[in-house]
């Protein structure tokens, strides 16, 4: 039987108890991320950065209030990650949040400080309006001042806040160079990936002649789609670079394509054959693969002459990937007239790694080749499963030192393009090449970072148009079928304890 004073000793233990895990709690901070790829736990990278901090870091994140759900939740994201820089720096990380909508001043501050305003739909007593909204953030480390001009919802954030702090606290970025005079395509003709690895890197372009060689304060030289025979000298070269330790990414086009004439031919560089030296075969040959994308063809409907998109094997969309860092968290690319990327494991000084392979229906075409958009095609054109198409490598390739090697059979898909042929990339395109030059280049780890975010998970495109209608209508229909049976579910249980209440007798 309770009496008062067990009730008065049960609540005093319970404040105590209470109190007793506060205590615990502000000397011992612990949080559990149960979420695929730790969305919310700061990486090794991220934390020897904030231990490597001499001054201060103040953090004045321009955000707007009172914004949609979906919206708003990067807000909150964007606090909590602050506040876990904050404890990992002993407090070198300091922030605060401002709201640009309250007043004209803060607004004009936000603007003045290189946050622009998106103009988003607002839903507001059942009508629609449009609000400006600010979503970015300005970093100073001393007298060093960058920004992050727009945090866009399901990005990896704690990439786009690590790498701005390190960029404030590099006295001397490490040097690349984009390879030139060959026919590659220049520098302006790749801003995203311009914009990607110049918050890390010095970025040059270097061309080569037989009385020049690479210099020694390149980490990494960038030879993307040539189109020009590479004379044997500046090969000769490339050998003494990776004698040096140097590293090298080549996107190679063995095959090229040209839709205006729908023809495919082959192409020759010379590199192919130098890369056969060093146990890497990018064959001439095009990969098709019923997993791609597709391409705009004017046809007749009716009295209509309308642009049609139709699938185009040519265009391999790859979406299977090696655990390797270069691959890490990329789950899509486009790889125009892809080639096979072949490797000879035979050299025990060398470790090769198939970065990324098509899907189980693809095949080879020899060129030339005559692209027939309107062909049907069928499985019998998918014959084999899997082909690889990028390579990494890394070991001892000349003179017994070691350097890292990597290699993609496609030299264009991350190349936009200039003037009107210019194209925006999807971000795993970019986030692709990216991360191999800083597997090659950087060893912070900031590589892992970059890709860590939410990412989109389309469903299969090979599975049944039932099967898909199926998941639809299921993922739709399951949860009110579970709300509905707990609610059966408990109006029966209370029922027949209601039920076994009244035929209760009670004996006086």
Not at 37 to 49: D, V
Not at 166 to 175: E, F, G, Q, R, V
Not at 303 to 319: A, D, E, G, H, R
Not at 328 to 355: E, R
């Amino acid at each position: 039987m309770l009496t008062k004073k067990k009730i008065i000793t049960s609540i005093i233990l319970i404040f105590g108890i209470l109190l007793l895990i506060n205590i615990i709690a502000e000397r011992f901070f612990v949080r559990l991320d149960f979420t695929q790829g730790h969305q919310y736990t700061l990486s090794k990278a991220t934390k020897n950065i904030l231990n490597k901090l001499d001054a201060p870091v103040t953090v004045t994140a321009y955000f707007s209030e009172n914004l949609p759900p979906d919206i708003e939740q990067v807000r909150k994201d964007f606090l909590d990650l602050l506040i876990e820089y904050a404890n990992a720096s002993d407090g070198k990380v300091v922030y605060q949040f401002i709201n640009p909508n309250k007043d004209q001043e803060s607004e004009m501050k936000a603007q003045e400080a290189g946050i622009q305003p998106l103009v988003i739909n607002v839903r507001d007593r059942d009508q629609m309006k449009q609000q400006r909204a600010y979503l970015g953030a300005v970093l100073q480390y001393g007298s060093r001042t960058e920004k992050i001009p727009f945090i866009q919802p399901g990005s990896a954030m704690e990439y786009a806040l690590s790498s701005t702090i390190k960029k404030l606290t590099l006295k001397n970025k490490t040097k690349i160079a984009f390879l030139q005079g060959d026919g590659e395509p220049p520098l302006s003709s790749m801003p995203q990936l311009d914009e990607q690895l110049s918050i890390l890197y010095e970025i040059n372009t270097l061309t080569l002649t037989d009385s020049t060689e690479i210099p020694n304060n390149y980490k990494t030289i960038i030879i993307v789609a040539p189109a020009d025979t590479i004379a044997p000298t500046l090969l000769k070269q490339l050998d003494d670079f990776l004698a040096r330790g140097g590293r090298l990414l080549i996107a190679l086009n063995r095959v090229k394509g040209n839709l205006s004439n729908a023809m495919g031919e082959s192409l020759y560089t010379g590199l192919s054959g130098w890369l056969k030296t060093k146990g890497i075969d990018v064959q001439n040959s095009f990969v098709v693969d019923a997993n791609c994308g597709s391409v705009m063809v004017r046809q007749q409907q009716g009295i209509f002459i309308m642009n049609t998109p139709v699938k185009f094997p040519y265009l391999p969309i790859i979406s299977n990937f090696a655990d390797h860092p270069i691959t890490k968290g990329i789950t899509s690319v486009m790889m125009p007239f892809v080639s096979p990327v072949k490797f000879n494991s035979q050299d025990s000084a060398v470790h090769y790694t198939t970065l990324a392979t098509t899907s189980e229906k693809a095949g080879v075409q020899t060129p030339p080749v005559y692209f027939n958009v309107s062909k049907e095609w069928n499985k019998d054109d998918f014959p084999i499963s899997s082909i690889p198409v990028a390579v990494a490598a890394e070991g001892k390739f000349v003179n017994n030192t070691f350097s890292k090697l990597v290699v993609f059979g496609s030299g264009d898909f991350a190349v936009n393009g200039e003037g009107q042929s210019a194209q925006r990339l999807s971000k795993d395109n970019v986030n692709l090449m990216a991360n191999a030059v800083d597997w090659l280049s950087d060893d912070t780890g900031l590589i892992e970072l970059r890709t860590k975010g939410i990412t989109s998970r389309p469903i299969n495109p090979n599975l049944k148009d039932s099967t898909k209608t199926l998941l639809k209508y299921l993922n739709f229909l399951l949860p009110l079928l579970l709300i509905l049976g707990y609610g059966l579910f408990r109006y029966k249980h209370r029922q027949s304890l209601r039920n076994k209440w009244m035929n209760e007798r009670y004996v006086q």
